[in-house]
């Protein structure tokens, strides 16, 4: 249908618009089946925390999100799994064996010195295209505003493609109090000095994901989306929700 005025889209191999899912083990079958009628709106899949390492039949479900032109990657967790065990040479074949070409650096639960984290950029950057994740998974670490604008930026200028605001798949942490509400001081200092076309929002909820469209666009860059909330998700950057209705074409 084309017929209604709608808040334009990114489309095709977007840059930004992206929605990257988070997939907590979706069987094979219905992962088929749900790209199958929308593999189309679905730009990442993260293969969330270290559960990669232990996915049955991994191989077979990353070729299919590549086959939907969507770009698999494994989660933070993982990653620092590996740093954690002096492995990450051996985390970096693993990916390249599985034609992964996308990796995530985080420090969720480890505190990885920034210095640290920046050096492995530049070492993996020309193989990897590499997405940092800023902020904590404990609800108890407050960073200042002024650390969240300095990191962000930093990785980005280090060869990031795009930089993560921690959130947790439940919303309690990193950009969220430990209610689930919105840090909009925060996010409103990030809107300032930074390119949010770089900046992926973690927004499990349909109430975060709607924050962020109604405080940046529908083309807003949204992460741990549920896979069976695509299509809710979608609608609500088209302003074919109540909260979204009155959204600008």
């Not at 790209?35 to 679905?42: A, E, K, M, R, T």
């Not at 109604?214 to 998700?233: A, S, T, W």
Request: glycine share 8%; with cysteine.
């Amino acid at each position: 249908m084309n017929f209604l005025t709608l808040p334009e889209r990114t489309f095709g191999n977007r840059t930004y618009g992206l929605t990257s899912v988070i997939d907590f083990g979706t069987p094979i079958g219905e992962l088929k089946n749900i790209l199958s009628d929308y593999g189309d709106i679905i730009d990442i899949a993260k293969i969330g925390i270290g559960s990669a390492y232990v996915t049955p039949n991994l191989q077979e479900k990353v070729n299919l999100y590549k086959e939907y032109q969507i770009k698999p990657y494994c989660g933070g967790t993982l990653f620092e799994k590996c740093y954690y065990q002096n492995k990450i040479p051996e985390y970096l074949a693993y990916l390249s064996s599985l034609g992964i070409n996308w990796l995530e650096i985080s420090n969720g639960t480890l505190d990885i010195p920034l210095q640290e984290r920046l050096q492995l950029i530049s070492q993996i950057k020309d193989d990897f295209h590499v997405i940092a994740e800023v902020g904590s998974k404990d609800c108890n670490n407050e960073m200042p505003i002024s650390d969240w604008k300095k990191e962000i930026q930093l990785l980005l200028d280090a060869g990031c493609e795009y930089v993560i605001t921690e959130g947790r798949d439940s919303g309690t942490s990193g950009i969220y109090e430990k209610c689930g509400t919105v840090k909009s001081n925060l996010v409103h200092e990030l809107l300032k000095d930074l390119d949010t076309r770089k900046i992926i929002f973690e927004a499990p909820s349909a109430k975060h994901q709607m924050y962020f469209i109604k405080e940046i666009g529908p083309n807003v860059n949204l992460g741990n989306v549920k896979l069976q909330d695509v299509l809710v998700l979608e609608s609500q950057r088209r302003g074919l929700r109540s909260e979204t209705f009155f959204l600008e074409a």
